[in-house]
């Protein structure tokens, strides 16, 4: 039987107070136009926005008398969802790939991981580079060193070290981050200079 699905259900903005549900005695009414219209007793602002046929939205509720706006509710409600959804996507931060090492890897492996993690950092993801022991090769700590070195030279046009590497049981740890890429100086680049 395969696995159910995980339901993810969508972000949910809270009903913001409105109409008749203010309860504050005097609001500060800013109009449908983005005009303020000044303080005002709730129900004559609750009566302006039904003869506009909008909504009387409570936006800063803490303030002394609180600020309400006269809004359309749906259009008001679409602009928040907007907006939270975009700050959820540029907010995200780029995953961590992760490439392992053997201290007796060989020549054409390596090559295979350089270039597996100069794809990674090349599309902006982090580096995590785990060398791991198996055995006594734990004995040979400077091998081991030594391979992590060559890895980060490898790959070091498209990142820099962000953690260098350090012992963390039987694994040797070592996090790469992307860089911009250096600009060669091509012979295009040195007859412009001149």
Do not use: C
Not at 52 to 79: C, H, Q, R, S, T
Not at 95 to 113: F, H
Not at 123 to 150: S, T
Not at 155 to 183: D, N, T, W, Y
């Amino acid at each position: 039987m395969p696995p159910r699905k995980r339901y993810k259900p969508a972000v949910r903005i809270p009903r913001p107070i409105m109409n008749e549900r203010i309860f504050a005695r005097e609001v500060f009414v800013v109009g449908s136009d983005g005009e303020k219209l000044g303080k005002m007793p709730t129900t004559e602002a609750i009566a302006k926005a039904k003869a506009e046929e909008l909504d009387l939205i409570l936006v800063a509720p803490k303030v002394n008398p609180p600020v309400a706006k006269i809004l359309d509710f749906g259009k008001w409600m679409y602009e928040q969802q907007k907006a939270l959804s975009k700050n959820k996507a540029s907010g995200k931060a780029k995953e961590m790939k992760g490439i392992r090492l053997g201290v007796r890897i060989a020549e054409g492996d390596l090559e295979t991981r350089v270039r597996q993690g100069r794809d990674f950092l090349e599309k902006g993801h982090k580096l995590r580079v785990v060398l791991q022991f198996k055995g006594r090769e734990m004995v040979h700590f400077d091998l081991a060193l030594d391979k992590m070195k060559e890895f980060a030279r490898r790959v070091e046009e498209v990142s820099s070290i962000e953690e260098l590497p350090k012992k963390m049981g039987r694994q040797l740890i070592m996090i790469l981050k992307p860089e911009k890429k250096k600009i060669s100086n091509s012979p295009e680049n040195e007859t412009e200079n001149e």
